[in-house]
């Protein structure tokens, strides 16, 4: 089945051009309701938006299909980083920019413009398949937030693909769990030069702390960083407050935990041992779960439905883990098993932002070759 490349490059160019970013995919959402309804599917929206904060909640489509088939799910997400507005996509070469000054977008609206190609197609060749469901997520871009705060019970599926990550020819089964955390160590102020003994120096007991925490890549399944530091007023006055904010990530639960109680614990340790003052210094921690994990097992239908679809196609698929959490760790969490599909985009979240129509295009027979293998 052989996709309609103009239909396709201006469905993607139409998408870019209508401004969504994170909080603000209303227009998009009206767009895409009219344009999915037209091609046969059922659209709801969610009511998440009391949650996330976005001027629209999350969409689903659904295409009825064979009953006697299990249910499979597309996840795309609608909202895009900064810079973001006004868009100008060029075409080149069989390749997608932007104008220069902002992103492009193809993250994620290529994964977009890809399955309405697939529904198109899948409408006007009459092409057999079970039932079809397609989540348009809001401010993935922002902590996944319209992920979290979809209710699962919308969906029947339980299994099934999230577009939304770069190399066409991998299919990502392993990304780690993640934890977000805030400590703020409180110290006591007093003049630098006049009462230096008054005070207690909230940045240098951070620093000791930090100088110890184990950060980076702290073994082959976990990473952890300190990302931002605020303290201190001036240099003549003895800092009282330094908040410090972090992150672990790990693909073993028991290893983000362990390195996120050592990180907390180093903190809690300096502080034990300095001199009290008034009960000070002292230390407010707090940790969020962010993410949890994704790793799907290699014998289960989601792969072996890929793999056959690849092969149907005489392409080669790697089995690959990434480094960062997506709207597939929120779904594999709640119990929907969900991979995640390379579309082509690279660069993404910068000006450079590009994709090729070739990519799109080989994404959108192999959605299609999914779906015939699902059945
Ligand atoms: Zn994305």
């Known amino acids: 089945m052989n996709s309609n490349l103009q239909r396709l490059s201006d469905t993607f160019t139409t998408l870019v051009r209508i401004d969504s970013p994170s909080k603000e995919e209303a227009q998009l959402a009206h767009w895409l309701k009219s344009r999915l309804a037209a091609l046969g599917a059922e659209v709801y929206e969610d009511d998440s938006q009391a949650v996330t904060g976005s001027n629209t909640g999350n969409l689903i489509a659904r295409l009825p299909g064979d009953s006697a088939v299990t249910p499979l799910l597309f996840c795309v997400h609608m909202d895009t980083v900064e810079p973001g507005r006004g868009i100008q996509p ?5 390749i997608f920019t932007s104008s220069g000054d902002t992103i492009l977008g193809a993250d994620d609206k290529a994964a977009i413009a890809i399955l309405l190609e697939v529904l ?19 401010c993935e871009e922002i902590g996944l937030l319209g992920a979290k705060a979809l209710d699962i019970s919308l969906l029947q599926a339980r ?3 999230a577009l939304d990550a770069t190399d066409v020819y991998k299919l990502i089964t392993q990304a ?4 977000r955390f805030k400590a703020s160590v409180i110290g006591k102020a007093a003049h630098a030069g006049a009462n230096p003994e008054a005070g207690i120096n909230a940045i240098q007991l951070a620093a000791k702390a930090i100088s110890a925490m184990p950060l980076g890549r702290v073994d082959a399944d976990t990473t952890a960083n300190i990302g931002l530091i605020q303290g201190g007023k001036a240099t ?8 410090i904010h972090g992150e672990v990530r790990s693909h073993d639960p028991e290893r983000l935990r362990k390195t996120q109680d050592e990180i907390l614990s180093l903190l ?13 210094p002292r230390l407010e921690t707090s940790v969020q779960n962010d993410y949890p994990v994704l790793h799907i097992d290699k014998e289960h239908a989601v792969v072996a439905a890929v793999m056959a679809a690849a092969a149907s196609l005489s392409r080669e ?9 997506s709207d597939a760790n929120i779904l594999c969490g709640k119990g929907i098993t969900c991979a995640v599909m390379g579309i082509g985009m690279e ?11 070739k990519d799109m295009e080989n994404c959108c027979e192999l959605v299609l070759a999914i779906i015939r293998e699902w059945r």
Not at 129 to 136: K, N, Q, T
Not at 236 to 242: E, F, R
């Open 90 to 94: 060029q075409f080149n070469d069989g």
């Open 120 to 138: 198109a197609l899948i409408q006007e060749n009459g092409i057999p398949h079970g039932p079809l469901e397609f989540l348009f997520t809001v």
């Open 159 to 161: 299994s099934g693909y």
């Open 176 to 179: 780690p769990c993640a934890t």
């Open 236 to 243: 003549n006055i003895i800092p009282d407050l330094v908040e």
């Open 268 to 280: 809690h340790r300096v502080i034990e041992d300095c001199p009290k003052q008034d009960g000070l």
């Open 317 to 325: 698929l790697v089995l690959g883990r990434t480094g960062g959490g």
């Open 347 to 357: 660069r993404v979240h910068t000006v450079n932002e590009f994709i090729r129509l």
